[in-house]
């Protein structure tokens, strides 16, 4: 008989915080994350565990956990067998993917990957980094870093380091000759989890919530009082993923439309609609979008 909880890792470190506003926006209370490595979830069928997300896919992979929450690269980097479940658009900064970039000093003279001939490599990610330089033909020594990677670059000949907005590459005047990896934040399953009718859907469920939850961030709800005369010229202007909600109104001259858009379009939208005859526009918050 299945066990009727899912035990899921919340990958601690840099896409913790993150991981836990996510959950906070698609409805679940997470408590006690600051002082415990089992965080308390509203939800009695579901046991959180924090680790590394280094480790996350071997832990899912051997069925210590049933799912969890990490990124493509160390997937990659483990090699693991597991399930993906779905992308998540989000990370620690922003909702754009990360890099694993081949870096050296800007007075390096070194200008390609070939350049690093015979050299030596530090990185976190060395099973990745050997295989990348192996198919390339070049013999470099791949060595692991601690961390603070950008500090080893002018001890060494290169180094592969993460980044997400290139600011940390930039700011130790280092300069990126190539990507070896393109990384999003993936939502896995051990293959047995996957299996269990139960786990399954409780894994589906998070997924559509946690999904729904990253595209509400980025779009907001508008809604707006049109006169019937004006209403084909408005609906024109109106981006919406399908045909807008229109509803009567007491006043048989106007209806009211309602629609979804991206915030960046919304500060645009906005004075378009005023001029096309609008009125009553306002727009509001969303906590979910389930396409």
């Excluded at 969890?68 to 998540?88: A, K, M, P, Q, R």
């Excluded at 015979?118 to 295989?131: D, P, Q």
């Excluded at 934040?185 to 939850?213: H, M, P, V, Y």
């Excluded at 049109?226 to 202007?237: N, R």
């Amino acid at each position: 008989m299945s066990e009727n909880v899912l035990k899921l890792g919340i990958p601690k470190g840099s896409l913790q915080k993150a991981t836990f506003d996510l959950f906070e926006k698609a409805g679940f209370n997470v408590t006690g994350f600051e002082r415990s490595y089992f965080p308390r979830i509203d939800d009695p069928e579901i046991q959180l565990i924090m680790l590394r997300a280094q480790e996350m896919s071997r832990y899912v992979e051997d069925g210590v956990l049933d799912a969890g929450f990490t990124g493509y690269d160390w997937i990659t980097e483990n090699d693991s067998d597991v399930h993906e479940v779905c992308e998540l658009q989000y990370s620690k900064a922003t909702s754009n993917p990360t890099r694993w970039v081949l870096a050296v000093p800007n007075e390096s003279g070194i200008d390609k990957p070939e350049d690093l001939e015979g050299g030596i490599i530090a990185t976190e990610l060395v099973g990745a980094t050997k295989r990348y330089f192996a198919d390339k033909n070049i013999n470099v020594k791949v060595e692991f870093s601690w961390g603070a990677t950008e500090v080893k670059a002018r001890l060494v000949s290169g180094i592969v380091e993460l980044t997400e907005t290139g600011s940390s590459i930039k700011a130790n005047n280092l300069k990126i000759i190539d990507t070896l990896l393109t990384s999003t934040t993936r939502f896995i399953a051990g293959k047995s989890a996957w299996a269990d009718d139960f786990k399954r859907q409780k894994i589906e469920s998070l997924a559509i919530l946690l999904n729904a939850a990253i595209d509400a961030k980025t779009r907001v709800g508008l809604k707006m009082n049109v006169k019937k005369d004006d209403l084909d010229a408005i609906v024109k202007l109106l981006p919406a993923e399908k045909s807008p909600t229109v509803s009567a109104l007491a006043d048989s001259d106007y209806v009211a439309i309602e629609i979804i858009v991206e915030d960046k379009v919304e500060r645009e939208l906005i004075p378009q609609l005023k001029r096309a005859g609008a009125s009553g526009i306002f727009t509001y918050p969303l906590n979910k979008v389930i396409h």
